[in-house]
């Protein structure tokens, strides 16, 4: 007599893991996107994210099928190159229930892309950003993309003479509220900082190293698996707890070895220091560190900056919590008696 499978284990929403994967990837075999998408998967189903609340964006590009891999009952739009941080912030600005998760690539984001990144980071959109950076444009058969170093040699593309674009540079100069960055082939620190961008109500930018194995895994390209592993540099280890969990760090720890940052709903992010004492709510030695990272060829891995505290675009705008397309006729048109303020006021 065969023995009847154990049940699923299931979150605190009642689903199984299962209920927050996709369809089977068509990506190359080993390509990191595959790894982010796993743990997108991983932090949904851990954070009890009911699927239906998240809303997935894309553009063009390897990057931009990601999301068919991962919450395949979230409704998902892919759009054109470049435009898929406009077409999200349209989407937050209609619906506030739905929470809004972008996935792009660094041709989408720091090439054609750039101008609404830019926006969307100013702004403040409340979403995840996640950048599945490779360095070159892979879908296209692999020319090299703006965040390829300079002096990279491809087969059939040559030497690539300019200055790479560092997304979260860019960001932090456009004020984003939360920068991070973090290599595919280190998928405990992808999903924990995963679960911190989910927590955070402003943009959360997320740039993966993730390396292509077909047109850019050179063991001496800083977008390889080989360079990654060697040069990853992390700020910090990083834990996420929820705020309905109990905070217990166990034994004893120095002064300033432990920096715990609370976030707007009350969960709490922990960092533990591994070789420097780093203040992620400082955004002038953000810029120091990841500039310290560029003159010395380091991978800089973490939570490089955040601020829980400043208003969003659909904060700053007043916008209710009702979706724009559930409004009723009598919801938005004024009242006779509002009407006739309106019209004494132009007399």
Not at 136 to 159: I, M, P, R
Not at 245 to 255: D, K, P, S, T
Not at 282 to 293: N, P, S
């Amino acid at each position: 007599m065969m023995a009847t499978p154990a049940a699923a284990q299931v979150n605190r929403v009642g689903l199984t893991k299962l209920d927050y994967k996709g369809a089977p990837s068509t990506l190359c075999q080993g390509c990191g996107h595959n790894s982010i998408a796993s743990q997108i998967i991983a932090a949904c189903y851990e954070m009890d994210i009911i699927p239906e609340k998240v809303m997935k964006f894309s553009g063009i590009g390897c990057s931009s099928k990601s999301p068919t891999y991962f919450l395949n009952r979230s409704f998902g739009f892919n759009s054109l190159h470049g435009r898929m941080a406009p077409l999200a912030t349209g989407a937050v600005f209609a619906d506030l229930s739905v929470r809004a998760l972008g996935v792009s690539g660094d041709g989408d984001t720091a090439s054609i892309g750039m101008g609404g990144f830019k926006h969307a980071v100013r702004r403040n959109v409340p979403m995840i950003y996640i950048v599945e950076n490779n360095g070159v444009y892979g879908l296209t058969k692999g020319q090299f993309s703006a965040t390829a170093e300079e002096g990279l040699q491809l087969k059939h593309q040559g030497v690539n003479q300019y200055m790479p674009v560092d997304i979260c540079m860019e960001a932090l100069a456009a004020q984003a509220t939360f920068v991070a960055r973090s290599f595919a082939g280190d998928p405990k620190q992808v999903k924990e900082l995963i679960k911190v961008a989910f927590a955070h109500k402003g943009i959360a930018v997320l740039d993966i190293i993730s390396p292509c194995v077909t047109f850019n895994n050179q063991e001496n390209a800083f977008h390889s698996y080989t360079w990654g592993k060697d040069h990853e540099a992390p700020l910090h280890e990083i834990a996420y707890v929820p705020k309905l969990a109990e905070i217990q760090l166990e034994g004893e720890f120095a002064e300033g070895e432990v920096r715990e940052v609370t976030m707007h709903d009350g969960s709490t992010v922990i960092l533990k220091k591994l070789e420097k004492d780093y203040d992620p709510t400082d955004r002038a030695h953000a810029f120091q560190v990841l500039e310290e990272a560029q003159k010395n060829n380091w991978l800089l891995t973490g939570l490089i900056y955040i601020n829980p505290n400043k208003p969003t675009l659909t904060e700053m705008h007043n916008l209710p919590e009702t979706p724009l397309n559930r409004l009723t006729e009598a919801d938005l048109r004024p009242r006779p008696e509002t009407i006739a303020q309106i019209n004494a006021m132009m007399f």
